[in-house]
């Protein structure tokens, strides 16, 4: 993966993250908020029917079968009460009141009287005149069941002659839970998506925003026939290359620093070779050691120019979206070509380059961009192949792509350089000179892969060396 879309990604990632972190928070802290919120109603009802039964209303065995009576009616009734989207149509509230030893006098379900409660939190709490509050399961496996409880004390003649406690279950108001969590989680992906979007209306509109449909509208006039599968093609490209835009605007500036960086480190060392040459011929030297020193200024600064010409080539394949011209090429023919380019340097080491290729096999693509590519391919083999050795060519067709395989027989890929193969400045020592490259052959080669919607390759070869494969689409019948 290239440092821009590793940028891009990581900005993106970051995004996502920050957003599930708030999300998580405010999802986990929506129980504590809604219990809160019931509590207090709990708490305001348990002090109301305090102050009814403190009330003189005859004996208390009485004032017990009123409430009885209250709530059997209370729990028959049936209502429709639509709070939000839940449409509540029964009471759940519990009810209960015990005595000063903690015994349950009346019970509004009627499944607890006569049993012993003073150990209870909330009636412990309430007979000694403190607030007292708790949570139980009815079913003890069953987080479902779990009922909230708050008790208050009944005072008469200054003194507890007994708690009131009301009970409510958390599933009567577990339902606004969860739909206020899924709205939110809703929101939260939505979020995202309109991120994403966002910054693919802003790399179309405010980037380049004509560019890409006058790309395309050139493209269309080029064509000789309509063909509804090419123009998909080609409109998924031009997508494609709004996100690159688009990653482009978001990371450009690191993606400049970390040019600058290397561009500096890299040149950095012949100039300075550059410089102390230059000192030293003030000095007075024999003329031998002067001609010495001249031409390691003229071979650095040589090394400086190819340097900055590659930079400026790549640096112009990589601002492209698409190709300006393109039409059905020889492949077989450009690779030959390039064989010949490369076939002098190759047999003064005596490397011997063996071509397999078929016949005229068509690519749809810049014909002098690909034999940069295939020439930049082969120009690495040879470097890397020790001497009196072989390089295979070979050219193949699958399905409707063209695989172009470059070998030698060199000592291969180091593990470590595996993953940094295609960095830009990233360079290996050529075995039989122990010089470095510009770094900048193999990233040059990638570009132009992209270009031409293929793609390239290079990893250890089985038996020794290394091998390179290009793939690339087949040109138009």
């Known amino acids: 993966m290239s440092t821009r879309n590793r940028i891009f990604l990581g900005i993106l990632l970051i995004y996502i993250f920050s957003v599930g972190y708030v999300l998580h928070y405010i999802i986990e802290d929506l129980d504590p908020r809604y219990r809160e919120s019931a509590e207090e109603s709990q708490v305001e009802t348990a002090y109301l029917l305090a102050s009814i039964i403190e009330q003189d209303l005859g004996t208390e065995d009485h004032q017990l079968e009123i409430l009885q009576g209250s709530f059997r009616s209370l729990y028959a009734k049936r209502f429709s009460a639509q709070i939000y989207s839940l449409n509540k149509t029964r009471v759940e509230m519990r009810v209960y009141v015990t005595d000063r030893s903690g015994h349950v006098l009346f ?160 040149i950095k060392s012949p100039l300075s070779a550059i410089r102390g040459a230059a000192e030293l011929l003030q000095e007075p030297m024999p003329e031998e050691q002067r001609t010495r020193f001249i031409g390691n200024i003229t071979r650095e600064s040589l090394r400086i120019q190819s340097l900055v010409d590659r930079l400026l080539e790549l640096a112009s394949l990589e601002a492209r979206r698409a190709l300006d011209t393109s039409s059905n090429v020889d492949f077989s023919r450009i690779i030959e070509d390039s064989v010949q380019t490369v076939e002098a340097a190759a047999q003064r080491r005596g490397i011997r380059i063996v071509m397999s290729l078929p016949g005229a096999e068509q690519v749809e693509g810049d014909a002098f961009l690909l034999q940069r590519a295939v020439a930049n391919l082969l120009d690495n083999a040879v470097d890397f192949s020790p001497a009196a050795s072989q390089i295979e060519v070979s050219l193949a067709r699958k399905g409707r792509r063209l695989m172009l395989r470059i070998r030698d027989h060199g000592a291969g890929i180091p593990d470590y350089a595996v993953e940094r193969i295609f960095d830009k400045f990233y360079s290996l020592a050529r075995p039989h000179s122990g010089r470095k490259s510009s770094g900048l052959g193999l990233a040059f080669v990638r570009e132009i892969a992209e270009l031409h919607h293929g793609q390239i390759s290079l990893a250890n070869a089985h038996g020794g060396g290394a091998e390179a494969v290009l793939t690339l689409p087949c040109g138009k019948a």
């Open 107 to 266: 019970d509004s379900t009627g499944r607890a009287e006569g049993q012993d409660f003073s150990r209870w939190k909330d009636v412990h709490g309430a007979l000694r005149g403190e607030y007292g509050a708790r949570t139980t399961r009815d079913v003890e496996d069953d987080p479902l069941t779990s009922v909230m409880y708050v008790s208050v004390p009944i005072r008469r003649n200054g003194e507890i002659s007994g708690v009131v406690s009301v009970g409510k279950p958390v599933l009567s108001f577990g339902q606004f839970v969860t739909n206020a969590r899924h709205k939110i989680i809703g929101a939260g992906v939505s979020a995202v998506i309109a991120f994403v979007l966002l910054a693919l209306i802003v790399s179309l509109w405010l980037v380049r925003p004509f560019g890409f449909i006058g790309d395309y509208i050139r493209f269309v006039r080029r064509q000789r026939t309509f063909s509804p599968r090419s123009l998909v093609r080609r409109a998924l490209v031009m997508i494609g290359s709004a996100w690159n835009e688009m990653r482009d605007a978001l990371a450009g500036r690191q993606y400049v620093s970390e040019y600058v960086q290397a561009l500096t480190h890299e």
